[in-house]
Nanobody, 113 residues
Framework: QVQLVESGGGVVQPGGTLRLSCVVSGFTVGSTIMRWYRQPPGKERELVAAISGPDGIIGYGDSVADRFTVSRDDITNTVYLQMSSLKPEDSATYYC??????WGQGTQVTVSS
């Protein structure tokens, strides 16, 4: 059974950091492209970051490219999103997804003073 379980969200002040985790079961993260999306309330979904298992290619959305880092751990089958210099506009529900079309339940990030 395929499961993607995100965690690590919370409330943080502007300029702070958070690390999101996406624990995957049912397939190996190293075999596919994993992506992080976010969706603020009332707004469209936005691609944040992607990491390709087979070739290691990494990409970021323009708004986070110099602040977020995506990585994965093939031993624990987990994908991470390290977020730094957080801004209020980063507030959203963050989802991890697989190339196969699987989605997690999301984890809420709120950046507020």
């Amino acid at each position: 059974q395929v499961q993607l379980v995100e965690s690590g969200g919370g409330v943080v002040q502007p300029g702070g950091t958070l690390r999101l985790s996406c624990v995957v079961s049912g397939f190996t993260v190293g075999s596919t492209i994993m992506r992080w999306y976010r969706q603020p309330p009332g707004k469209e979904r936005e691609l944040v970051a992607a990491i390709s298992g087979p070739d290691g290619i990494i990409g970021y959305g323009d708004s986070v490219a110099d602040r977020f880092t995506v990585s994965r751990d093939d031993i624990t089958n987990t994908v991470y999103l390290q977020m730094s210099s957080l801004k209020p506009e980063d507030s959203a529900t963050y989802y991890c997804t697989s190339q196969f079309g699987h989605w997690g339940q999301g984890t809420q990030v709120t950046v507020s003073s």
